[in-house]
């Protein structure tokens, strides 16, 4: 009688598990890293964990960088001591503003979609990357792809 029970109680909560699947959750691909005054010149790291992003600003301006090797999609990292970016799954180079010039990266990583919301603050959309296909022209440049002037 133990078995029989026994057997019915795990069969039951086998059955109950099936309305509780296991789901991941993807990140936000929309979301607010702050006033262009956070951000210094150089390269940021802070939401390299959280977003898989870093936030770069040179003399032209802030844009964000999405943190995936174009080879096979791995996290570079960022070396300061170098000034790149190197990917630690094939070895590929970044420079600060993520053009590749070593390894096997067939192009420079993408950069996402950057606007200042009505408060001022930096909003970055994931959703809408803009790359640097070889071969063909830089959308780096368009608008969107860099805050300039902040």
Request: glycine content about 10%; aromatic content about 14%.
């Amino acid at each position: 009688m133990a078995a029989v029970l026994g057997t019915l109680g795990v069969n039951l909560l086998m059955f109950l598990r099936f309305f509780f699947p296991r789901a991941l959750y993807e990140p936000k691909t929309k979301f607010l890293i702050g006033y262009p005054s956070d951000f210094g010149f150089g390269v940021d790291t802070k939401f390299q964990k959280d977003f898989r992003i870093w936030v770069v600003r040179n003399t032209e301006g802030i844009f964000v960088i999405s943190a995936i090797c174009t080879h096979l999609g791995c996290t570079p990292d960022w070396k300061p001591s170098e000034n790149k970016f190197k990917c630690p799954c094939h070895g590929s180079g970044y420079d600060p503003e993520g053009i590749n010039f070593e390894g096997p990266a067939p192009r420079p990583m993408d950069r996402a979609h950057v606007e200042l919301n009505p408060e001022g603050q930096i909003v970055v959309d994931l959703s809408h990357l803009y790359s640097w296909p070889k071969g063909d022209p830089s959308q780096f440049g368009d608008p969107g792809a860099i805050l300039r002037n902040v």
